[in-house]
């Protein structure tokens, strides 16, 4: 099976009240976690690369690494796409080189001026094949080039959905309703403590989410910045030399009560970086005196993969639906 667009996948999950996980990948141990996860559940997949991804292992390695997991991975749609696309060249770019699916954020732009960087891209995606994920509103945090500050994060406003979605185009809207990026999502002043003294967040918008579904019946939806910060990675990096307090993320309940709405794509990143660190830094506290790398990024894609087909199954409700 060659790579494929999204939109199949998020007709049927938006139909079966699931959602798909969009996975970051950076190398191939966090590749072949993900895709081996999904072939063991039967999952569809989207694997995607950010721009700090393609600063770092370099676009034509990511490619055929995916290309890699689909030969690997026969009966397994996978979609290759685009996280946080900057502008139209950077879209252009990955639209050329091989992606199935970009996305183009524009949404620290006013309104007026992210339907015109969007409708470009689009037009030029859909003569190429290629499906567009855009944004409304400002998620908080920091996932690689992208910074928002808590002041300059916002949530989508519901009456600007309908006039972005027709005059760009889009194929699917990522939209804010209290997630952030990053491991620490929330400060402690943001938070309730439990009986334990760990941070509770703040519940998400699903009053926002129904209202924009209200708007755009059928239409995907997308959720960036909703890793749930495994505690127990967190704790394993803390007892072996880490030095990360506080760090919290989004309930998987309630990431699954998006799922069974309009929510069609769930982007997961900080967990699998989580999962590998933790696993490396406590086989290394553990095993003072090796040094292949083969060794300590075994264990590590294990965990990656453990995690991913955790959250294909529990959290996303996308199993056996490849």
Do not use: W
Not at 139 to 150: F, P, Q, R, T, Y
Not at 282 to 301: I, N, S, T, V
Request: glycine letters at 8%.
């Amino acid at each position: 099976m060659a790579l494929v667009t999204s939109t199949e996948m998020f007709r049927k999950a938006y139909a079966g009240g699931y959602a798909i996980g969009a996975f970051n990948v950076n190398n191939m141990e966090i590749v072949q976690g993900i895709t081996e996860a999904a072939r063991e559940v039967n999952a569809p997949l989207i694997l995607q690369v950010s721009k700090g991804a393609r600063a770092y292992a370099n676009h034509t390695y990511l490619v055929k690494l995916v290309e890699a997991a689909v030969i690997e991975c026969p009966n397994i749609p996978i979609v290759l796409h685009l996280d946080h696309g900057p502008d139209f060249e950077t879209c252009k770019s990955c639209i050329d080189g091989g992606f199935t699916s970009v996305m183009i954020d524009a949404s620290s732009k006013p309104l007026a001026e992210n339907i015109a960087i969007t409708r470009q891209v689009v037009e030029y995606a859909h003569d190429h094949g290629v499906v567009v994920e855009a944004e409304l509103g400002a998620l908080a945090g920091i996932e690689d080039d992208v910074k928002v500050s808590a002041e300059e994060s916002h949530y989508t406003h519901p009456d600007e959905v309908e006039e972005f979605v027709t005059k760009t185009g889009c194929d699917s809207l990522a939209i804010a309703i209290g997630t952030s990026h990053g491991a620490y999502k929330f400060t402690a002043a943001q938070c309730t403590r439990n009986e334990k003294g760990e941070l509770v967040p703040p519940p998400l918008r699903f009053d926002i989410l129904e209202e924009v579904s209200r708007r755009l019946p059928g239409f995907p939806i997308v959720l960036h910045g909703s890793s749930s910060v495994p505690q127990e990675y967190v704790k394993m990096i803390n007892e072996n030399g880490g030095r990360m307090p506080d760090a919290v993320g989004i309930p998987e309940e309630q990431l699954r009560q998006a799922a069974r709405m309009s929510v069609c794509k769930i982007n997961i990143d900080s967990d699998l970086r989580l999962a590998m660190t933790g696993t490396i830094r406590q086989f290394m506290a553990e095993h003072p005196d090796k040094f292949d790398p083969r060794e300590y990024l075994k264990p590590a894609r294990e965990n990656i993969k453990q995690l991913v087909k955790h959250k294909l199954v529990e959290v996303l409700g996308c199993d056996g639906k490849a």
